[in-house]
């Protein structure tokens, strides 16, 4: 076989080494990186041998899965070939058994806390009751229509639980679960072209009236663009108040701290207002502080944040929105205003353009002025 290549060394149990029992190790071939499958078993002739070849998926947790199911084989039948003589082909293993177990184990841990919160809800409410018991390769383009069909009856939108069918499929043809992935139906999962919803100006003035640390939450999200994570996880020192600017660093994801959502670090310049709130919010405190910290001294959850928000403006008698509306109102004026959209994406930690040009929507004013310089 031309992937094993023979070597004299004792008989005994898999080895690949002290420094590497994973079954992978990663090359760098013309400046790139490569994951190789790497290890040492012994051959159904008593004779030890090296197993060396390319991981079929170049990432990290698939070239792990992958190395795991040769080595189980080749500790079990002296061989790494797969569907041996006289061996049967195992049976696909069903949908909830993957997802309980490699699903669960290898891939959940790659995703940021609030998607895999996200995701194990949608499993519970909707995935294991119509796919649970289905064999992986019975899960078809009829199949997933069925799903987004019934979720449809219900009055539930399909984009989130479509997606993660997508998710776990692909997961399982990486980890060698599944033989074959299936086509997936077209327009089951569309990016939504919904228009944000954003706030009025004459809103956004009410908003801020709020005080105390709800209303610099309503400030760092509407004239500085963040993201609620990003504003619970604001400390001290992100805030140069020499330069200006906020250096934005962090975010929570269900509670845990990690980098932004974009994954990039950004830098947002402070207006006037937002500035004096912040130098009053910031004095006295030590340089890991949190910013925006409650009544009780602590950091609010997201629940209270928004609980906050929306019971002010129930109080205030403006119309109830999201938290994140906030978020919305600040890409919608700044390109109103006749910011360039690279800077705004840039603003607002955009990974792609095409986000932020959905989020900067025209209103129904701008509609009629653009119509405007036709007449004379």
């Not at 997606?163 to 599944?178: C, K, M, N, Y």
């Not at 760092?220 to 663009?225: P, S, T």
């Not at 928004?306 to 403006?318: E, P, T």
Request: include cysteine; proline fraction near 4%.
């Amino acid at each position: 076989m031309r992937d094993v290549v023979r070597e004299a060394t004792a008989h005994g149990e898999i080895l690949m080494g002290s420094r590497n029992t994973t079954g992978i190790r990663k090359e760098t071939r013309g400046g790139k990186p490569h994951w190789v499958i790497d290890f040492r078993f012994t051959n159904k002739n008593g004779e030890r041998v090296r197993f060396r070849r390319d991981a079929s998926v170049q990432l990290q947790n698939a070239a792990l899965v992958e190395a795991k199911r040769f080595m189980a084989r080749a500790a079990e039948t002296g061989s790494v070939e797969e569907d041996a003589a006289g061996d049967e082909k195992p049976a696909c293993v069903t949908f909830d058994v993957f997802v309980k177990g490699a699903f669960e184990t290898q891939f959940m841990p790659s995703f940021r806390p609030a998607t895999r919160f996200r995701y194990r809800a949608l499993l519970r409410q909707s995935l294991f009751a119509f796919f649970g018991p289905k064999a992986l390769d019975e899960i078809g383009p009829s199949e997933i229509r069925s799903f987004a069909a019934t979720l449809q009856q219900r009055g539930v939108q399909t984009k989130g639980p479509v997606t993660l069918v997508r998710t776990v499929l692909r997961t399982a043809h990486e980890s060698g679960h599944l033989d074959e992935l299936p086509q997936f139906p077209r327009g089951l999962a569309k990016t939504s072209k919904k228009v944000p919803d954003a706030p009025s100006a004459a809103e956004f003035e009410v908003m801020l009236s709020a005080t105390g640390w709800l209303g610099l939450a309503i400030m760092l999200a509407g004239l500085a663009g963040m993201r609620s994570g990003e504003v619970r996880a604001l400390e001290v020192r992100d805030v140069d108040l020499d330069g200006h600017r906020i250096l934005l660093r962090r975010a929570l994801s269900e509670d845990e701290s990690l980098t932004p959502k974009s994954g990039d670090e950004r830098v947002i310049p402070l207006v006037p207002e937002l500035e004096e709130r912040l130098r009053e919010a910031v004095r006295s405190k030590l340089p890991k502080a949190r910013v925006v910290l409650d009544d009780n001294g602590e950091t609010p959850r997201r629940q209270k944040v928004l609980y906050s928000f929306k019971k002010f403006l129930k109080a205030a008698g403006v119309k109830e929105r999201s938290y994140h509306s906030l978020r919305h109102h600040f890409i919608t004026e700044l390109v109103r205003r006749g910011a360039g959209l690279e800077a705004v994406r840039m603003l607002a930690g955009h990974s792609k353009l095409e986000m932020t040009q959905r989020y900067a929507h025209a209103t129904g004013d701008d509609l009629k002025a653009a119509i405007g310089k036709l007449g004379k």
